[in-house]
C-alpha cells in the first residue's frame, strides 16, 4: 500500500534534516591554513634582511635565509647542488649542469636549483637557457635576490641596461644591504640613461 503524502512528506523533510548538516560541511569553505613553520621562518628572515640597520645585520640576514633554502633540499639533492657548485667553481661546466638537472629531477620545486643551474647555462655560453631558468627560479621564490643579481648580470651582458636596471632595483628592494649593490646600480641607471640618449 503506498504511503500517504502526509507520511512520505514528512519522511523526505526528515532525511533532508539529517542531511543538512553534512552539506553545510561541504559547502563551507576550508579554514585558512597557517603557513608551514619553515615559510614562516623564511618570511622572519626575509623582513630582518630588509630591515637590517646596517651591513653586517644584512650578511646574518642573508645567511640565515640560505641556510633555510639549504634545508628545503633533501640530502640527496643537498649533495648534488654542492658538488654542481665545486665543479662550476672549477669550470667543469658540463659536470656541473649534470648535477643540476639531477637536483632539478629530483626536486623540481626547489627555486636554489634553478637558480645554480642558471650560473651553469651562463657558463657555457647558453644566455637563453640561463634566463628561462633564473625565470622559474624567480616564479618559485619572487624574493630570490640571488636570481635577481644574475638576472641583471645576464641583461647587462645583453646590452639590456634598463632591464638590468630593473633586476637590481628589485634585488636591492629585497636586500637593501647587498655588497656593492648601490655602487652597481648608480652605474646601472648611467648606462640605462645613456640608452634613452
Known amino acids: 500500500m503506498p504511503a500517504h503524502p502526509a507520511q512520505a512528506d514528512h519522511a523526505a523533510m526528515r532525511a533532508l534534516a539529517l542531511s543538512l548538516p553534512v552539506l553545510l560541511l561541504l ?9 608551514p613553520p619553515a615559510a614562516r621562518e623564511l618570511d622572519r628572515a626575509f623582513e630582518a634582511l630588509r630591515a637590517a640597520p646596517d651591513a653586517e645585520g644584512g650578511q646574518m640576514a642573508e645567511a640565515v635565509i ?23 667553481r672549477a669550470s667543469q661546466t ?6 643540476f638537472d639531477a637536483a632539478i629531477i629530483l626536486s623540481p620545486n626547489l627555486a ?13 655560453g647558453d644566455n637563453r637557457a640561463a634566463a628561462a631558468d633564473l625565470r622559474e627560479a624567480l616564479r618559485l621564490e619572487p624574493r630570490h635576490f ?6 641583471s648580470r645576464l641583461q647587462e651582458t645583453a646590452g639590456d641596461a634598463a632591464g638590468a636596471l630593473r633586476s637590481q632595483e628589485a634585488a636591492l628592494e629585497i636586500h637593501p644591504r647587498l655588497p656593492g649593490g648601490a655602487e652597481r646600480l648608480r652605474e646601472l641607471r ?8
Open 146 to 151: 640571488a636570481a635577481l643579481l644574475s638576472l
Open 112 to 124: 636554489d636549483a634553478w637558480h645554480w643551474r642558471a650560473q651553469a647555462h651562463a657558463r657555457a
Open 190 to 197: 648611467r648606462q640605462a640613461e645613456g640608452e634613452r640618449m
Open 27 to 35: 559547502a563551507a569553505p576550508a579554514p585558512a591554513q597557517a603557513p
Open 66 to 88: 640560505r641556510q633555510i633554502w639549504a634545508r628545503q633540499a633533501s640530502p640527496a639533492v643537498q649533495l648534488l647542488l654542492n658538488r654542481g657548485i665545486r665543479n662550476l
Open 94 to 99: 658540463e659536470e656541473a649542469l649534470e648535477d
